[in-house]
């Protein structure tokens, strides 16, 4: 697995030497989004201590909270 440049720091090509054979470069772009998505999930359930249920109780109560959580779900 290659960064997303082109060249290395010295200049000399990274993954465009594979370009022919497998695509562009290749990111585990997958694996980053779901792991984004399972922490909006884990931001909404941290809200709940002392096993209580209703974890969208009150969730638009703080509007810091939902200013932060929609910054984050739309980056």
């Not at 470069?25 to 792991?35: D, G, P, Q």
């Not at 909006?40 to 209703?54: G, V």
């Amino acid at each position: 697995m290659f960064p997303g440049r082109v060249e290395d720091w010295d200049g000399s090509p990274l993954w465009s030497v594979y370009e022919t054979d497998h695509g562009a470069s290749r990111h585990m772009s997958n694996v980053f989004n779901v792991f984004v998505i399972l922490q909006i999930f884990n931001l909404i359930n941290a809200r709940k201590i002392n096993d209580e249920y209703n974890i969208l109780d009150n969730v638009f109560s703080n509007g810091t909270y939902c200013i932060i959580l929609l910054i984050i779900f739309g980056g």
